[in-house]
């Protein structure tokens, strides 16, 4: 069965990342995917139905600059961020591996765990830290 499981085109889950584009030193990026986190296959393995539904199971979060983030959850957008990682300025290119586990049923029976995990790669996504320095201005000008 893990065989079949490795062959199945699993989604390359999205890095998406805020705020889009440039970031500023001091304040956290923040990391997240939206893409669909479960998959359901039918295959037929040797006159068999066999129903695959596979789930991400672990996130790692590379986050370009040598340190990387690993959680049990896709993450979530400003307000609710759960993953993030600060910088110092520079350009970065951050990616997610997706680690996916699943279960199958043969023929409408029970359902079992597929032994073993497989891996996807997400495309990487590029941005920039910038450091943001303060000027004093007359306010009269």
């Known amino acids: 069965?893990?065989?079949?499981?490795?062959?199945l085109p699993l989604p390359q889950l999205t890095t998406r990342?805020?705020?889009?584009?440039?970031?500023?030193?001091?304040?956290?990026?923040?990391?997240?995917?939206?893409?669909p986190t479960a998959q359901t296959f039918t295959v037929?393995?040797?006159?068999?139905?066999?129903?695959?539904?596979?789930?991400?199971?672990?996130y790692a979060w590379d986050t370009g600059d040598g340190t990387v983030l690993t959680t049990s959850h896709p993450g979530a957008p400003y307000p609710d961020e759960t993953v993030t990682h600060d910088y110092s300025s520079g350009t970065y290119t951050a990616s997610l591996t997706t680690t996916w586990g699943a279960t199958y049923s043969v023929d409408g029976g029970l359902t079992a765990d597929v032994p073993g995990t497989t891996t996807t790669q997400g495309a990487p996504v590029s941005f920039t830290v910038l450091q943001a320095r303060t000027v004093l201005t007359n306010p009269y000008d």
């Open 17 to 35: 990342q805020q705020p889009p584009g440039a970031a500023l030193v001091g304040l956290p990026v923040i990391f997240f995917t939206d893409s």
């Open 44 to 58: 037929d393995i040797r006159g068999f139905t066999v129903v695959i539904t596979a789930r991400a199971t672990s």
């Open 1 to 7: 069965m893990f065989r079949y499981f490795q062959t």
